[in-house]
């Protein structure tokens, strides 16, 4: 998600707290439903600190029908609560099969009566009370260990959310025969493949949807489109393209069951997924098998069906806010969501305002959650390896990440990465990275930035984790679409091309924790960015409506001329694919996909923001083009250096490793960087000290509009310049990148190549 930046600190007084780091054993406590060995018994435990009574209710089914039991928890040491229920018990209550069960909770804001029954107003002293607390019995809550759940809470059969509301108007609505349910799981064996130890620096990752994905592809079979078998089914697709590591959008349980209850509206659609219900359920509404249990086995199938092609799984995870979402309504204090955490222990799970009556917002979309609080950040941990383990995940893309690295917990935002107890280094301890040069570990990548406060981070995370360069997005954009506008300069070029150094190599991080983008799901297609001059959110189905949005997209039509927009876009990829960092791509980019300028389609879950399969002549070119390119980059180890570009020899001498040129051969010194009217630059990268094939790579950038002779540097002893791509637009069609072995000769040292206008030429050494 993307958001601007406001200051949100100022009206309340902050509370920093500066608690001990948080260490523990995976759930240690084993808080969750889970069966014993011999499945004689099911053991529920639930954390709240400040409860005064918890009640499991257990049902035989997963919505519409009363509870078969009613069983109060034993509180316990650490705030666990905690009971044990036989399969005998579970029997004879009528559950022969799946069990689906809630938790109702009482504490000092509403206190517990023997005579209270659903829809009763009976112990209730206030919706919040000074401490933060917002106990309701009359609220069926989702356990927020729960491995499953039934349905989302609004449903096309039951559209209405106030049933899960508190406040004067809804607080003794009962939620019970329309909550959530969670579902035990019984556990299994389920494969989920060899994972991939390739280092993260060798990925090419591709971000997508997994519904998006296959929705309108008519080579899966109809009943499996938009599923995680669907997905699965594309693995091949991708492995062919030269992707190495899959990034879905999120998969956690997110409200979604009613994106289709207005046929043709995007009325309170959530096609994205940013607001987690549950952190360890897998999303119902991707899986074909709906069953209990069957959402758990597709994803593993599906896990399983990328690593056997060698591709690793990312997730797209969201631990700064959750489902339950902020205040109805800006002036009113009393009016919450209570589906779950909220209803459990508001103050451990939520960071709130100074006088504990509201949530703190960094996100825009509800309070935040509190990542700072060790009980809090177990859930985070906690999750994170059961989608590691459990699951198969090989790494997880972290939503509005800043909010992870605050250290306060009452009153105030505060993004401290030296503060050990955060849940950013907590993570790092915990599930230990990948090590750059592969193996055993997770991958973590952060979206660093939130709204307010200091929290736009980007360079500004601490070891172990890479980061969404926001940067290198923004500076190669301005480069490309805004000449004269934007005083971009080489030299800034030259930086993020070379892994961003300014950024990363002070916080001991290398190269590869950039991960270089021109988009993302949250804006323009790469088509759009060079094909729209503003976002066009408004329009009608299936390309909108869609509200928000940046205006600052630094996009640029190319005066409309078609050609130049597929150039423009081949240049943006491109230069992505040849800059030392971990390049993502958008689904659908490499065949030009379009959203007709919407850059906001959070919403929309249509056909038009679904990935098209069927291409026409120029979209089959480009993704030709996108596939070469990615092999090129794939068969270049220069091109994905560990480290920055310098090497010691043994003498203690710096070895230059890669050089940058000006247009006539002469070596680009401060003065050329630094001046903002300088507009192409090219460099050469000494392959023989990176143990690539090629003696040496040279690329060049001309961002004029107009020629630019560029003067080729020494290609090595007994060498010459062979051209793989010139991105101009005589070049243009199926073959525009040459395989390897028919690269075409074009010159020596001192030869001089015209580059158009606009344009990018890639030689190596021959």
Not at 151 to 162: E, K, V
Not at 359 to 381: E, K, R
């Amino acid at each position: 998600m993307s958001f601007g930046r406001k200051s949100l600190c100022v009206a309340l007084g902050c509370v920093t707290l500066n608690s001990t780091p948080a260490l523990a054993a995976i759930n240690a406590p084993q808080l969750g439903a889970q069966y014993n060995a011999n499945h004689s018994a099911i053991t529920f435990k639930a954390y709240s600190s400040r409860a005064t009574r918890i009640e499991l209710w257990l049902y035989a089914a997963p919505s519409g029908t009363p509870e078969v039991a009613r069983i109060p928890l034993t509180p316990g040491s650490g705030g666990v609560w905690s009971t044990a229920v036989s399969r005998a018990r579970l029997t004879r209550a009528g559950i022969g099969g799946a069990v689906y069960y809630g938790y109702r909770a009482w504490g000092p804001n509403w206190t517990y009566d023997s005579g209270w029954s659903k829809g009763s107003g009976l112990g209730f002293v206030s919706d919040v009370d000074a401490q933060g607390n917002r106990f309701n019995p009359n609220k069926l809550l989702v356990d927020p260990y729960a491995r499953e759940l039934s349905h989302d809470p609004t449903t096309p059969a039951n559209p209405d959310g106030t049933p899960y509301a508190s406040g004067p108007l809804h607080r003794t609505i009962d939620s019970g025969s329309v909550a959530p349910r969670g579902i035990v799981l019984a556990g299994d064996q389920q494969s989920i493949g060899t994972k991939p130890t390739r280092a993260f620096k060798d990925d090419i990752v591709y971000e997508v949807h997994v519904r998006g994905l296959t929705m309108n592809d008519n080579s899966i079979p109809a009943a499996f489109r938009g599923t995680y078998r669907g997905a699965g089914f594309k693995a091949a697709y991708l492995k062919s393209l030269g992707v190495t590591a899959v990034e879905f959008l999120p998969v956690q349980e997110t409200q979604n069951d009613t994106n289709d209850l207005l046929p043709n509206s995007t009325t309170d659609d959530n096609y994205w997924g940013y607001s987690t219900l549950n952190y360890f359920a897998p999303d119902r509404r991707y899986a074909a098998d709906r069953s209990a249990g069957g959402p758990t086995r597709e994803f593993k199938a599906m896990v399983k069906a990328f690593h056997d092609q060698g591709i690793k799984v990312i997730i797209d995870v969201v631990y700064n806010h959750t489902g339950e979402g902020g205040a109805w309504s800006s002036n009113d204090k009393t009016t919450y969501n209570v589906l779950s955490f909220r209803g459990l222990d508001n103050p451990t799970y939520y960071t709130l305002t100074s006088d504990m009556q509201a949530t703190w917002d960094n996100t825009g979309v509800g309070g935040n959650y509190n990542t700072h609080n060790p009980v809090a950040q177990n859930l985070i941990v906690d999750s994170l390896a059961y989608w590691r383990d459990t699951l198969g995940v090989d790494g997880f893309r972290f939503d509005l990440a800043p909010v992870l690295g605050n250290t306060c917990e009452v009153g105030c935002f505060n993004f401290d990465k030296m503060d050990s107890s955060n849940a950013l280094n907590r993570i790092v301890r915990e599930l230990p990275p990948r090590p750059a040069g592969g193996g055993a570990g997770v991958d973590l990548v952060a979206e660093p930035w939130a709204i307010g406060g200091n929290s736009y981070q980007i360079g500004g995370f601490p070891s172990g984790w890479s980061e969404w360069n926001g940067s290198y997005r923004d500076i190669v954009r301005q480069s490309q679409n805004k000449l004269g506008a934007a005083p971009i300069t080489t030299g800034q070029l030259a930086t993020r091309f070379a892994g961003s150094a300014d950024l990363y190599e002070n916080n001991g991080r290398k190269p590869w924790n950039s991960v270089d983008l021109m988009v993302a799901h949250d804006g323009f297609t790469l088509r759009d960015l060079y094909a729209c001059n503003s976002k066009n959110n408004g329009q009608a189905w299936p390309y909108g409506p869609s509200d928000g949005g940046e205006d600052n997209n630094n996009s640029w039509d190319q005066g409309g001329v078609a050609a130049d927009q597929r150039k423009a876009a081949r240049n943006g990829l491109a230069l992505m694919l040849l800059s030392a960092g971990v390049p993502m791509i958008t689904g659908g980019d490499e065949s030009l996909r379009s959203l007709q300028c919407n850059n906001n389609p959070y919403n929309l879950d249509s056909s038009a923001n679904w990935l098209n399969w069927n291409w026409d002549t120029e979209q089959t070119h480009f993704q030709s083009f996108a596939r070469a390119m990615i092999a090129f980059r794939r068969a270049h180890p220069a091109l994905r250096p560990v480290d920055f570009y310098s090497s010691v020899d043994n003498n203690g001498n710096v070895m230059e490793q890669l050089r940058w040129f000006k247009p006539d051969g002469g070596v680009a010194d401060s003065g050329y960087f630094d001046d903002p009217n300088r507009r192409a630059i090219a460099w050469r990268i000494d392959g023989s000290e990176l143990g690539d094939p090629a003696a040496a790579i040279y690329v060049a950038y001309n961002a004029w509009s107009d020629n630019v002779d560029f003067t080729l540097p020494w290609p090595g002893t007994s060498r010459k310049w062979h051209r793989v791509t010139d991105t101009c637009n005589w070049a243009e069609g199926a073959g525009q990148v040459r395989a390897p072995g028919s690269e075409d000769l074009v010159g020596v040292e001192g030869s001089s190549y015209g580059l158009c206008g606009r344009g990018v030429l890639l030689l190596i050494a021959k």
